[in-house]
Nanobody, 120 residues
Framework: QVQLVESGGGLVQPGGSLRLSCAAS????????MSWYRQTPGKERELVAT????????NYLDSVKGRFTISRDNTKNTVYLQMNSLKPEDTAVYYC?????????????WGQGTQVTVSS
C-alpha cells in the first residue's frame, strides 16, 4: 500500500522555523523525484521545491530560495523541508509528492498535506 505521510506543520511566528517530514512506504522511494508543494484556499497548488533521487540536484520556488532547504534520507524513505525565516505568505497546506516509474509507467503519489500557519 502506497503511503506518503507528512508531519511537522503547525503555528509559528514570523521569522520562525519549521521542519516538515514526509515518510514514504509502498514503493521504491530511492528512485523517485520528491517534491514539496503548497496550496492556499482559492489558489492552485504551487511547486515549492524538488530534489532528485540521489539528492544531487535541488530546485526552489523563487520566493523561498535562501530560506527553505529540501533534503532526503533514502535509508529512512523520508524527504524533509527545512523552512527558516518564515513569512505570513508561507501559510498554506504543504504536500509532498513522489514521481517515479514502475515497469516503464510513470506514477505520482501525493501525501495528505500538513498545515503551516505563520502568524503573530
Amino acid at each position: 500500500q502506497v503511503q506518503l505521510v507528512e508531519s511537522g506543520g503547525g503555528l509559528v511566528q514570523p521569522g520562525g522555523s519549521l521542519r516538515l517530514s514526509c515518510a514514504a512506504s509502498g514503493f521504491t522511494f530511492s528512485t523517485c523525484i520528491m517534491s514539496w508543494y503548497r496550496q492556499t484556499p482559492g489558489k492552485e497548488r504551487e511547486l515549492v521545491a524538488t530534489i532528485t533521487s540521489v539528492g544531487i540536484t535541488t530546485n526552489y520556488l523563487d520566493s523561498v530560495k535562501g530560506r527553505f532547504t529540501i533534503s532526503r534520507d533514502n535509508t529512512k524513505n523520508t524527504v524533509y523541508l527545512q523552512m527558516n525565516s518564515l513569512k505570513p505568505e508561507d501559510t498554506a497546506v504543504y504536500y509532498c509528492k513522489a514521481t517515479g516509474t514502475s515497469r516503464s509507467v510513470w506514477f505520482q503519489h501525493w501525501g495528505q498535506g500538513t498545515q503551516v500557519t505563520v502568524s503573530s
